[in-house]
């Protein structure tokens, strides 16, 4: 009697540790790609180099962006075990769940299982039967050694409270709460429940995937450029036009997106021209008067033209907030005309295409108190 229920309980426990967590797919309506993030914590001691391969990041640089390390990082760096890295990628909606477009592709080692796979190599990111289903496995116990698997990471490409966002994948950890998830990203407890579907905190638990919404800097790169939409996170930098353009997102410059010329070698000849039409101004540089600037902004490319837009923006009169001034070194400017002078003399209507989203309009009911849950 004693050992049946010692064995039945044991049973139970062996089927909470090993139970799959609740899928972690995304809900994702808009797209139809963009640009997201994925916590990763290395299980073992590594370099980000071997990160960069295993996610397929294309370029160092970005890998390098995301996690804003400094672009003179070697690609050596060494990656402490349980250090986090966080992965770039871009994502797909489809279906109303959004995965990693066709990347990272892993292939099959000798003695890897489906389940080695998703929870330690790619430190439970994705589940083993999302891996299966993407890749029409019909029997999990049988894949073989150099079989290319597209692992599943999870993503969304939503507004989130009609707020340009990226969207980030973080791995709970034991020991924290959702509260304290929150404050860490910037975003609120509400936000975090509503979006990923909780409706109690106490069902988190250590290993589940919370989506985590960071907001993103603005920009007025067009819907029909390559890298629409180029959403970075604040202290964050990416390379885009094929190198040829650097952006990085400071909320110390009120969100809005600031681009440069990379000065980078491209492979393939040079960068196309990257002026302002005949203002004499190219991405990045600005003209100003006391208070009166306009600086010629990067809007997106194509294949062989980058687009400018010749933003011009007078400075706040109500920003006397000494708390706030005494931050930052740049003067406040209030962006409120914008002009599009694209290179290509066309003729582009320019009204607001983008679609936005209202999932989260339903107030959000929580009856818990705000006493802080610890996950187990
Ligand atoms: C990284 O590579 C450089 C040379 O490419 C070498 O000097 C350095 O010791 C390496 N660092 C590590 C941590 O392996
Ligand atoms: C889309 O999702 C629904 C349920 O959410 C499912 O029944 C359907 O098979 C899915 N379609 C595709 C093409 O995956
Ligand atoms: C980490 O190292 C351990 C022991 O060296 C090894 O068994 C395991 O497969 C490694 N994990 C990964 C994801 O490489
Ligand atoms: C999986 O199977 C479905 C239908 O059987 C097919 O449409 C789809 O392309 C397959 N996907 C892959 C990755 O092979
Ligand atoms: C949210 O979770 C509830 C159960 O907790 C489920 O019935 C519902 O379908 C979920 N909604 C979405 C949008 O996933
Ligand atoms: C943005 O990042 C900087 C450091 O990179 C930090 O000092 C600042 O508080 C952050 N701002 C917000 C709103 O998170
Ligand atoms: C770019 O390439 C040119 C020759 O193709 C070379 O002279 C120059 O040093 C390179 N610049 C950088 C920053 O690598
Ligand atoms: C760059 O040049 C190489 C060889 O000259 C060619 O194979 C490759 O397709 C080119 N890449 C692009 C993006 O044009
Ligand atoms: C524009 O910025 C570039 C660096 O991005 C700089 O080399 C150039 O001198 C600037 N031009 C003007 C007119 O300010
Ligand atoms: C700002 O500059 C534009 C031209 O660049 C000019 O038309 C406008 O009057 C200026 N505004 C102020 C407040 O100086
Ligand atoms: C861009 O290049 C790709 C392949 O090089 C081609 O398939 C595509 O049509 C091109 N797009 C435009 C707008 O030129
Ligand atoms: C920051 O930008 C927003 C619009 O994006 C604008 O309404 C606000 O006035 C700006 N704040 C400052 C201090 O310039």
């Not at 439970?124 to 289903?133: D, F, K, R, S």
């Not at 209507?349 to 705000?370: D, I, T, V």
Request: aromatic residues 8%.
């Amino acid at each position: 009697m004693g050992s049946a229920t010692l064995l039945l309980a044991l049973s139970f426990l062996s089927v909470l540790i090993t139970a799959p967590r609740a899928q972690a797919s995304f809900k994702c309506s808009s797209g139809p790609t963009c640009n997201a993030l994925v916590g990763y914590v290395s299980p073992n001691t590594t370099t980000l180099s071997a990160i960069q391969t295993l996610f397929g990041v294309k370029n160092f640089r970005t890998l390098l962006g995301a996690n804003s390390l400094p672009a003179s990082t070697p690609t050596n760096q060494s990656v402490a075990a349980k250090d986090k890295i966080v992965i770039p990628f871009r994502c797909r909606c489809s279906n109303g769940t959004g995965i990693s477009n066709h990347r990272p592709v892993y292939t099959v080692q000798k003695d890897d299982g489906l389940y080695h796979i998703a929870a330690e190599v790619f430190a439970g990111l994705v589940t083993y039967q999302e891996i299966q289903a993407v890749n029409n496995i019909s029997d999990a116990n049988l894949i073989e050694v150099g079989q290319e698997l597209w692992i599943p990471l999870p993503c969304s490409c939503d507004e989130v409270n009609e707020s340009k966002v990226v969207h980030y994948g973080h791995v709970v950890e034991s020991g924290s709460s959702v509260a304290e998830i929150a404050e860490k990203y910037g975003t609120t407890e509400e936000t975090l429940l509503e979006l990923n579907n909780i409706t109690d905190p106490k069902n988190l638990k250590a290993g589940d995937v919370l989506d985590v919404p960071l907001k993103a800097c603005t920009s007025v790169v067009k819907n029909t450029s390559l890298d629409y939409p180029l959403l970075l996170s604040n202290g964050t930098y990416a390379y885009t036009a094929n190198n040829c353009v650097k952006c990085q997102c400071y909320s110390a410059n009120n969100w809005t997106l600031q681009c440069e010329q990379s000065g980078l070698n491209i492979t393939n000849g040079t960068c196309p021209s990257m002026e302002c039409g005949s203002s004499g101004l190219s991405i990045g540089n600005s003209t100003s008067t006391t208070c009166n600037r306009t600086t010629c902004a990067y809007a997106g490319y194509t294949n062989q033209t980058i687009f400018t837009s010749l933003v011009e923006s007078t400075c706040s009169s109500t920003n006397n907030a000494p708390s706030y001034a005494s931050k930052i070194t740049l003067p406040s400017w209030r962006w409120n005309f914008v002009f599009i002078v694209s290179q290509l003399v066309m003729l582009y209507l320019h009204h607001s295409q983008e679609p936005r989203f209202q999932h989260f309009n339903k107030s959000f009911r929580c009856h818990c108190q705000r006493e802080e849950y610890i996950i187990s």
